[in-house]
Structure formats: C-alpha cells, structure tokens
C-alpha cells in the first residue's frame, strides 16, 4: 500500500513537529523501548490543585501485588467518581510517570479520582500478566470502596493505545466472570487486534515518517505480548478484544481516534460492533491527528477538541 502523503493529510500543527521526533529503532524491544524513552517529554511538574500519592495494592488469589500512582483533587474528602487507568507502550513500554500531567488536569478539572496502574509489560511479563495486574486492581477498588475513597457506584475504566486495548479486555473479562461492568470503557485510540487484516494497519508498513507507528514496531509488539500464542487461531478476545465474537453486554463506550492512525480501520471495525451488539457508545474521528499524543500538550485546534471530548464523556459518565 503507499506511504502515508504526511503533507496533506495530518494536522499542520503536528507536521511542524514531526521532524524533531526520535526515529523509530525497530532492530529489538530494547531499541524500540530507547525510542519510546527518547521521545517523551520530560516530567512534570506536581500540580497543587492535585495530591499524587503512590501505594501498592496487594493481588488477590497468589497474584502478585501492583504499584499504583492516586491522583486526587486537593483537599476533597468523601466518595469520590473514579478512573481506573492503565498506560499506552505497546504492551511493551510504558511508565507511571509519563502520564502525570494529562492525569492531573483530569482530576483537576473534573474532580474525580485516577488511580493509575502499573500493569507488568511483555515479554518478560505476556499476556495475561498485565491483564491480570488492571483486574487486581479493578477488583480492589471496586470491593473495598471506602479504604480508596471512591465511590463504588461511579467507577470507569480507560487506557491509551494498549492501555486501551487492556480496559477493553478487562470489560470482556468482567463479563466472562459474570461481575458488574464499569459505568464507561473510555478507549484513546485503542490497540485490539493482532491479525493485520485492516488497510490502515498494512498502510503503516510504510507509514511515510519516521515518527508514525509502524507495522514492524506493532508486530513485534503483539508477537511479546502474546508469547506462545502469537499467530495462533484461537488467541482469547481477552488478549485481543477484536477477536471477541460477541460484544454484547459490555459497558457503554468512548473511543476517539484520530484519521491518520494505523488503529483507525480496527477501532471503526470494533465500534461498529459494539453499537450493533446494543451496547452504548460513542465514537470520534479526528482529521489530521496521528497515533499517540494523549500525554502530550493539546497544542493543535483537532487535539484540543479530542481532549475536551475525552473529558466531556468522563463527567457525563461519572456524574451523580
């Protein structure tokens, strides 16, 4: 398939910047890992409307315990909505602090809680690790409410890219295990689907820049997570959510994605059978806005509107 035309089709704003990203290194997982790290922005700075605090929640059944960062607006007490959110990296990367000041602005300005976690990455730790490690937590949260200050009743689950793709295969589990769904999935440009049958993912192999995701990166990031089971027939929905059969049931949805994503076509794919399986959701598309970004300053007119969206679905979701 042709590369990407960058020139005409992503948003000027993000096209200035392209150049000043860090190339891709797809020779290994640690090279890809060096490129994440080397893009990122540097920390930021704690915000003082907001009280970061990070704790260990013990893992139930044998589990082993997760680290977890809280995010709380300052000087709140009593039961708080909640987000229970699990990082992007492509099941292979990902830190805690990379999404500190996103998470602070949602708490700020939403008045919620965030609990984020630190969910294992492959391959030293494949599917189901890092599944397991958002159910702990989940669970935790869920059934002991008042030892997190949160309100039972209004709890959401949410990702960004793979973190994304593990919110979706928690509310496929919870379904699975017959427990109550969160009041809303809040999928950022979700990563699903492991089989590259879609025409945005095949397009990537040739992506037209050096800092658009790449089939490459993406196969062996889905060949870590899956382990043994990479290019099997029969890999569980709750490994790939686009593989499920049946969606009917799950709680009601957001997915945003943006129209120069290589996730586009599996994102559409997966909301389209999701509102056909009568489950609630909702779905934007952005002109012009790439894979990635969420932790990064809204700096364009289509960024900004995704996270106003993003936080619009949130407080309707968590609302009284």
Known sequence: MPAVDVASRVEPGTAAVLDRLTRWDLTSIETIRRSYAAAGAPPAPPDPRVQRCDEVISGPDGRPDVRVRWYRPAGRTGPLPCLVWLHGGGYIMGTLDENDGRLDRMVAELGCAVVSVDWRLAPEHPYPEGLDDAET????????????????ARLAVGGASAGAGLAAALCLRLRQAGQPQPR???????????????????????????GLWHLAANRMCWH???????????????????????????????LGV??????????????????RAGVPTELHVYPGVIHGG????????????????????LAAALAS
């Open 137 to 152: 937590v989940w669970r935790r949260v869920r059934d002991d409410p008042a030892a997190f200050g949160v309100d039972p």
């Open 184 to 210: 809303l999935q809040l999928l950022i440009y979700p990563m699903l689907d492991d089989r590259e049958l879609t025409p945005s993912i095949r397009a990537s192999e040739d992506p037209g820049h050096w």
């Open 224 to 254: 870590a997570y899956l382990g043994p089971l990479s290019g099997a027939d029969d890999v569980p929905p709750t490994a790939a959510p686009a593989r499920a059969a049946d969606l009917a049931g799950l709680a009601p949805a957001f």
């Open 258 to 275: 943006g129209d120069v994503d290589a996730f586009l076509d599996e994102n559409l794919d997966y909301t389209r059978r999701l509102s």
């Open 294 to 313: 969420f932790g990064a300053p809204p700096a364009t007119p289509r960024t900004a509107q995704f996270l106003r969206d993003i936080y619009a679905a």
